[in-house]
């Protein structure tokens, strides 16, 4: 990739992360803003992730449950739609299989228990070759997990995907 080529990516991905703040406030009343969000960080043009779970684990509850799901390859023409017509993404998300497989997720905490083999049973669950995961502190000691993979594995934002997925904690967890 030239150095214009990123220039430009790293411009427009710039963009994408600052107006979602403004985003989230817009769409305060819906309950599923974790999809949005996820959808505006992992979909083309942004981060480029081809599936993500995004998970909340309470080891006080010995909890991890599965919140939000996104698969490039189900999202089809709502690539770019998904925050102007968010009724009808939020639909689409209700019909979403990848979606419901991660949401399905209740099981122990991966953090009492053995992460490593919690994270590969998820991933073969929900259909994730190759995972990545990364996990990050939320509020009232909860932490979130994001079980991923990245359509270019040597991608050279990685430092900002892992940044810009604090923007999850900002959202409600129903």
Known sequence: MSERELLSQHQSLLGSLTDLPRKIIELQDFENIAEFVLHGLCREG?????????????PDFDCLKGIAGFSIAELGHLNENAWANPDIFSDFMRESQFNQ????????????NNQTKAVQEIAEAVGI????????ELKHDNHGMLIYRKTDPNGPFDEHFIKSLYLLSFCPIF
Do not use: G, K, M, Q
């Open 46 to 58: 942004s981060f480029n992730v081809t599936h993500a779970a995004y998970l909340v684990d309470n």
């Open 101 to 112: 497989l991660v949401r399905s997720v209740n099981r122990n905490s991966a953090r009492t």
């Open 129 to 136: 070759p190759e995972p990545s995961v990364c996990s990050w």
